[in-house]
């Protein structure tokens, strides 16, 4: 591998040269740096020509797959393709800085002011902060404003998150963070909310409820309203995992449905490019009665006047992130709503759902389903009778790589048995469909016919299949010269 993709630094030869810098027009003043200041050492600097540094750098970026090369339905992810413009739009603050006066940042105030509104619009929820950095930053957000609201009302005992087993694992997770109990819930048979389980479950110890909707089983929660009502009446507040919102704008709003507290990620509904660790967005939503205790400092408008910071929030948890969040990746989520529109939201939505359901339709013939219903933004599938001839779900996941396809998300949910989780989004054509059905019929055939060829899978890429365990236990991260 290295002699194909040698480094940077193996590619140096001494005295070439990538830059050529004009000649010095005015008097050599070395003399201003005090001697001792002066590094006479020669630096490790790679030397390389324009043309082998630009091949280096390109050749390095086609060994990445990204949307812009290709289909990447990674279930729960959101890879939809994301407009340039909103990159565009983003370098329009560039020269912002994030300690600038409020009176000197007045357009970056309002537009996060209105993404603020925009974002309260889509949801039914009463006031965003947009500090958290992440889905599962937004999710110990959250449940910090929902401690700091029983403490307040001196409701010491409820140390509880009902959590069900269709959650996201950041869920509990991320409610252990914030010093709760867990307490799981089975799903039904369709899954669903267990309704009777979430009666037996519930308390004068619970906090809350977390639910992931629609659930990792790409499916919406049949009985949202009771489940409200039943965490409610028990005296626990409502917390809505909107990371995927990619299936409801506009059509339905969780602070409409009876949810309390919701996060959702900018980075994946609203068209900001993620993977590979960032940088992302959180905005986490509250209803009014919870608005206190949002991180500060709350962005305020002032009746006419110019947007500020209020600062003087006694009752707030506490700020969760360095200055205001990613500002870019809200100004790339500002640019998409807004040439998007309420009507081309729900239109987003409305199509990434029949993308979801025309996926699950044409394969479910071939694979297994756990759920046959009406799926949302995405459907998840089993290798079904592929099994039987020994090929499992990582099997077609990397016969899939050979045909330049990032695979789908696999062995998750972890409660289905071999899950594939397939998420087409929106931003796909018919024509794509067409062609990863046919290639995912294609794998089944071949499976059937000469298992040993989609074991051998993949064969196109610099890697094969790697000892797993071994790569994931005792990863080698140095480079070995
Ligand atoms: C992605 C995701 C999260 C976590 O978001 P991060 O930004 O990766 O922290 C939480 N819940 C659901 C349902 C998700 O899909």
Do not use: W
């Given at each position: 591998?290295r002699s194909?993709y ?8 001494e ?8 000649v010095?027009?005015?008097?050599e003043?070395?003399?201003l ?10 630096l ?6 324009e043309v ?19 289909f ?5 992810c959101?890879?939809?393709?994301n407009?340039?413009?909103n ?16 009176s000197?940042?007045?357009g ?6 209105h993404?603020d ?6 949801t ?5 902060t947009l500090q958290?950095a ?10 910090m ?43 039904a ?19 809350g ?9 790409g499916?919406?929660e ?17 917390y809505?995992d ?11 709003r ?6 309390d507290?919701?996060?959702?990620n900018?980075h994946k509904?609203f068209?900001?490019?993620?993977g590979?660790?960032?940088p992302g ?28 910071l209020?600062y003087?929030?006694?009752l ?7 200055f205001?969040?990613?500002f870019?990746?809200?100004v790339?989520?500002?640019?998409y ?6 009507k081309?939201l729900?239109?987003a ?15 479910k013939?071939?694979?297994?389903v756990?759920?046959?219903r009406?799926?949302?933004h995405?459907?998840v ?17 990397k ?15 972890l ?26 019929k ?15 899978c993949?064969?196109?890429t ?7 365990v071994?790569?994931a ?9």
């Amino acid at each position: 591998m290295r002699s194909e993709y040698p480094l940077i630094f193996e590619r140096s030869r001494e005295g070439r040269r990538a830059y050529d810098l004009p000649v010095l027009d005015v008097p050599e003043a070395d003399e201003l740096l005090p001697s001792g200041m002066i590094n006479d050492a020669k630096l490790n600097l790679p030397e390389i020509a324009e043309v082998d540094l630009v091949r280096h750098y390109t050749n390095l970026s086609r060994r990445n797959f990204g949307v812009d090369n290709g289909f990447y339905p990674l279930g729960s992810c959101t890879m939809k393709y994301n407009p340039k413009i909103n990159e565009e739009v983003a370098t329009l603050f560039n020269d912002l800085h994030p300690l600038a006066d409020q009176s000197m940042a007045q357009g970056a105030l309002d537009m996060m002011l209105h993404l603020d509104q925009c974002l309260c619009e889509i949801t039914g929820m009463d006031k965003f902060t947009l500090q958290p950095a992440a889905g599962a930053h937004g999710e110990f957000t959250g449940l910090m404003i929902i401690k700091a609201y029983h403490e307040m009302k001196q409701d010491f005992g409820r140390t509880t998150i009902i959590v069900p087993d269709a959650a996201h694992g950041t869920n509990p997770a991320s409610a252990t963070m914030a010093g709760f109990k867990i307490k799981e819930i089975k799903s039904a048979p369709d899954g669903s909310v267990d309704l009777d389980a979430l009666r037996a479950a519930v308390g004068p110890d619970t906090a809350g409820l977390m639910l992931t909707n629609p659930s990792t089983l790409g499916l919406f929660e049949r009985n949202i309203r009771e489940v409200a009502d039943i965490v409610h009446t028990a005296g626990g507040l409502l917390y809505y995992d909107g990371a995927n919102l990619n299936a409801i704008m506009g059509i339905v709003r969780p602070g409409d449905m009876g949810f309390d507290v919701m996060h959702i990620n900018l980075h994946k509904t609203f068209s900001t490019p993620h993977g590979g660790g960032g940088p992302g967005s959180g905005p986490v939503g509250v209803k009014k009665e919870l608005i206190p205790y949002l991180p500060y400092p709350v962005i305020l408008a002032s009746h006419g006047g110019p947007a500020m910071l209020d600062y003087d929030r006694p009752l707030s948890i506490g700020k969760v992130k360095s200055f205001y969040g990613n500002f870019s990746v809200m100004v790339k989520a500002y640019a998409y709503i807004m040439s998007l529109g309420g009507k081309g939201l729900r239109e987003a939505s409305e199509n990434a759902v029949l993308n979801a359901n025309y996926l699950l339709h044409n394969l479910k013939d071939t694979f297994g389903v756990p759920h046959d219903r009406i799926c949302m933004h995405e459907c998840v599938i089993e290798p079904g009778e592929l099994l039987e001839h020994g090929i499992h779900t990582t099997d077609i996941a990397k016969a899939l790589i050979d045909r330049g396809y990032h695979p789908m998300t696999i062995y998750f949910p972890l409660i289905v048995h071999e899950a594939m989780m397939i998420e087409p989004t929106e931003t796909e054509s018919r024509e794509t469909l067409d062609e990863f059905i046919f290639n995912m019929k294609d794998i089944a055939r071949i499976a059937r016919e000469n298992p040993e060829a989609i074991h051998q899978c993949p064969v196109n890429t610099p890697v094969g299949r790697p000892d797993e365990v071994m790569a994931a236990r005792k990863p080698v991260v140095k480079y070995e010269g």
